[in-house]
């Protein structure tokens, strides 16, 4: 069982910055792809942005050109810059982590991020 830790949420003013970190277990490379999902009240979970274990990125149409995805293997840690952001980018943020050979999808403790206009 994969464990993920997120750190990094907070509260930030419209137009500022905020980098998560997620935390894995175990070798993100062992992980086929690891990603970041937000809810909002009142809404369900979407997906943010994605990285795969040969460093593959691909984002969300919301937050393209604003968001950047990346990793360091060397701790184990995938990140999610988020710039330029948004009140409507205010949500609890949630890391995930996919495995495809034998199905198995992780989930985070989720860190909350509020973008105040």
């Known amino acids: 069982q994969v464990q993920l830790v997120e750190s990094g949420g907070g509260l930030v003013q419209a137009g500022g910055s905020l980098t998560l970190s997620c935390a894995a277990s175990e070798s993100i490379f062992s992980i086929n792809v690891m990603g970041w999902y937000r809810q909002a009240p009142g809404y369900q979970r979407e997906w943010v942005a994605s990285i795969t274990n040969r460093a593959k990125t691909n984002y969300s149409s919301s937050v393209k050109g604003r968001f950047s995805i990346f990793r360091d293997s060397a701790k184990n840690t995938i990140y999610l810059q988020m710039n330029s952001l948004e009140p409507e980018d205010t949500a609890v943020y949630y890391c995930?982590?996919?495995?495809?050979?034998?199905?198995?999808?992780?989930w985070g403790q989720g860190t909350q991020v509020t973008v105040s206009s």
């Open positions: 995930n982590g996919q495995r495809t050979a034998v199905p198995q999808n992780y």
